[in-house]
């Protein structure tokens, strides 16, 4: 049984999430800078061997109203790309994720430089966490 891992895709940064080996908890892991399409692969692939992974849930940025916008374009493309690492891959809502996290650290007296390094890891986290309460991994 491998873990789920999911990726909050930005433009500038990409957060990592895990979960645990049950499914059970979402887990924060790492943020890259983001610097192409193919750099990032390249560090997903050693992740998805170094971590078990068995399934890559990529957040997708819908509009508030429900409506896709550049961003889904772009998480569409990206999960079209990880598909040729021979990993499961799924597209998952992320509306809101990041505002959560940013929240979520503010509340935790986080200085905006370091809530700038951990938001996005953190929003993957959260909906991770949303994907397993749904009992969508099965």
């Known amino acids: 049984m491998g873990r789920i891992c999911s990726i909050d895709l930005g433009t500038k940064r990409v957060g990592i999430a895990l979960s645990d080996e049950r499914k059970i908890i979402a887990q924060p892991l790492v943020t890259?800078?983001?610097?192409?399409?193919?750099?990032?692969?390249?560090?997903?692939?050693?992740?998805?061997?170094?971590?078990?992974?068995?399934?890559?849930?990529?957040?997708?940025?819908?509009?508030?109203?429900?409506?896709?916008?550049?961003g889904c374009v772009r998480a569409r493309s990206f999960a079209g790309k990880l598909e040729m690492l021979k990993v499961s891959v799924e597209l998952f809502d992320e509306r809101y994720s990041s505002v959560?996290?940013?929240?979520?650290?503010?509340?935790?007296?986080?200085?905006?430089?370091?809530?700038?390094?951990a938001v996005d890891r953190l929003a993957a986290a959260a909906f991770l966490q949303t994907y397993l309460d749904q009992g969508r991994q099965a």
């Open 100 to 117: 959560d996290a940013e929240e979520i650290l503010s509340m935790h007296g986080k200085n905006r430089k370091s809530r700038k390094q």
């Open 32 to 70: 890259f800078a983001f610097t192409g399409d193919q750099a990032l692969l390249e560090k997903l692939k050693t992740i998805i061997t170094e971590k078990n992974i068995e399934k890559m849930i990529v957040g997708l940025p819908l509009r508030e109203d429900g409506s896709e916008g550049q």
